[in-house]
C-alpha cells in the first residue's frame, strides 16, 4: 500500500495484519482521488473509520489543510499512528466510537470521507448524524465507499456513483434549493 500521488508519493504504508481493517484498493483510491483531485487542496477532510488511514494520508499528500481521523479499534489506531509518522501537516487523531467521535470534530469539512466496515450496517445512522450536526459545509462532498449491494438512505443529495468491481463510491453534497 502506498500513498498515490502529491508530497508524499510512493510512500510506503503499513498494511493491517488483520481482516478487521479492510484497506481501500489502489484502483478505487487512484479513482476518488483523480474525480476530487482540484477540490482537496487546501480543504478540511474527515476520514471517518479511518483504519490505517490510507485516504485521509493520501489527501494529507495532496495539500489538506486538516485531516480528522477516526476509528474505534485499537489495532487501526495503532496502525494509523505508526502510517502518520514523519508526515507533516495538521492532523488529529479521535479514538472511540463514531457517534461520540463525531461530536469531537470542531469544525465543519470540506470533505468527508465515509468508510466503515461493509457489514456495519452504520452508513444510514452515520450521515444522519453528519447532518444534523451540520458537519459537511456547504460546497463540502461526501464520498462513501460500499458494497454494490448496499443501498444508501441520506438526507444528502447522491450526485454521482462508480462502481468499481464490487465496490461503489458514492458521491453526495448538501441538496440544492
Not at 36 to 44: E, G, H, M, Y
Request: glycine share 8%.
Amino acid at each position: 500500500m502506498r500513498v498515490i500521488s502529491g508530497k508524499y508519493k510512493g510512500k510506503v504504508l503499513k498494511s493491517p495484519s488483520s481482516d478487521n481493517i479492510r484497506p481501500t484498493g489502489d484502483k478505487v483510491k487512484q479513482a476518488l482521488f483523480t474525480k476530487l483531485q482540484f477540490f482537496v487542496n487546501d480543504s478540511v477532510v474527515l476520514d471517518l473509520f479511518a483504519g490505517s488511514g490510507a485516504l485521509g494520508i493520501e489527501a494529507l499528500s495532496r495539500g489538506a489543510k486538516k485531516v480528522f481521523f477516526v476509528d474505534k479499534d485499537a489495532r487501526s489506531i495503532k496502525l494509523l499512528k505508526e502510517n502518520l509518522k514523519g508526515l507533516d501537516g495538521e492532523h488529529k487523531v479521535i479514538s472511540c466510537d463514531y457517534l461520540k467521535a463525531l461530536d469531537l470534530v470542531d469544525q465543519q469539512c470540506d470533505l468527508i470521507i465515509l468508510d466503515p466496515p461493509y457489514a456495519s450496517g452504520v452508513y444510514d445512522g452515520a450521515l444522519q448524524k453528519i447532518y444534523d450536526l451540520n458537519l459537511l459545509n456547504d460546497e463540502g462532498i461526501i464520498v462513501c465507499e460500499h458494497p454494490n449491494s448496499l443501498q444508501i438512505n441520506t438526507p444528502f443529495e447522491v450526485f454521482d456513483a462508480k462502481r468499481y468491481g464490487t465496490v461503489t463510491l458514492t458521491y453526495m453534497q448538501h441538496k440544492k434549493n
